[in-house]
């Protein structure tokens, strides 16, 4: 089980900004839900096999074959700006 103090330093590590009230609702849904997780200890598994893949399908990719690419100008005619051959993007990271 999460204890209130616990709960509030993981928010404290993680910079997030929550009341009281917040806190104690959310270790109380966090509760619930450890305490239903904890239900899967009491099952006997002792002879069931590991499922590593439920689905029969193994690999449903393409197989990646290697062809001819489309010319740089064909590529760069609709770009709205170009910069050394390149399309020309807004700057996003200070």
Not at 56 to 68: A, G, L, Q
């Amino acid at each position: 089980m999460v204890e209130k103090n616990e709960l509030l330093k993981m928010a404290s590590i993680a910079k997030l900004k929550m009341t009281e009230e917040e806190a104690e609702t959310i270790v109380k849904k966090f509760n619930v839900v450890l305490g239903t997780a904890s239900l899967f200890n009491e099952l006997d598994l002792e002879d069931v096999e590991p499922s590593y893949n439920i689905n029969s399908v193994t690999n449903v990719m393409r197989e990646d074959i290697p062809k001819e690419s489309f010319e740089r100008e064909i590529m760069l005619a609709n770009a709205p700006e170009k910069l050394y051959g390149c399309i020309k993007v807004s700057k996003i990271i200070e």
